[in-house]
């Protein structure tokens, strides 16, 4: 099943008619991060697929014009992965606001690494293709540096390509120490998200002894700041070595429209 479904695919890319602006990466790896998050479904697939190169695009206008200093690339510390899964074997993201200030980076700044993080350390591992993602996304310190930093237009490119074309299962989102200055921001990404993900989006509070999310997420692969036993030198920091990352990232990157790709080949923001 699995070779029908791979060579198929691999046809209909090559020839379909919807393709031919496009110059697709065939390589198996690559081809097979699409079918497993589509279920083996080649039409599904070619669709996500085809979502995926033209938000590529979209990436590109947004960051073609963008440069990081290295070091300033090397102190962003905001995103972990604890080191043990989910009972339904999904890797367990953790992404803490607090951690990023808004006075000093952009959004465009802070998304571009957490491209480079799903690209290197999610969508290439073959068990995280499968059982996904489960997130919790920490809004300690939302202020209104932050408010007016996560703008509608870096709201939709980031859904339009992490949720909606990237080859990767949003098995659950748990947002805590959300501020009431929050509330302006969930109000205007929830109806963003596709229906599936708006249910599995939930809300957390601490004043419960953190006893809701813990009916979610076991203690025993939580973070003690939120009730559970994993130390935080425990946690798996995601962007260690942002120029391996972005290297990597650039090279799938150069794949798509034909008509962008000597632009896309040419970008570099790590700098």
Known sequence: ????????LSFNLVLKEDAKDLDPCLDDDFLLQFLRVSKFDTKKTFKRLQTYYQQYDVLLDAFEKCSIPLHKAQGFNHLFISPYRMKNNSVLVIFKNESVDYRKCTFGERFYLELLFQHNLLIET?????CGATWVFDFDGFDIHALLAWTPGWLRTTINFSV???PLRYKAMHVVNAPPIFSYTYNMVKP???????????LHSRNDGWQNLH??????????????????????????????????FLKSFAFGSIKNQHRRKSMKVIC
């Open 215 to 248: 009916a979610s997420i076991p203690v025993d692969i939580l973070p003690k700041q939120y009730g559970g036993n994993i130390c935080d030198e425990n946690l798996i920091s995601c962007l260690e070595n942002v120029e391996e990352m972005e290297r990597k």
């Open 1 to 8: 099943e699995l070779t029908r479904a791979y060579d198929k």
């Open 164 to 166: 909606n074309s990237a």
């Open 192 to 202: 963003l998200f596709p229906k599936k993900i708006r249910e599995r989006l939930f």
């Open 126 to 130: 073959p068990l995280n293709q499968i």
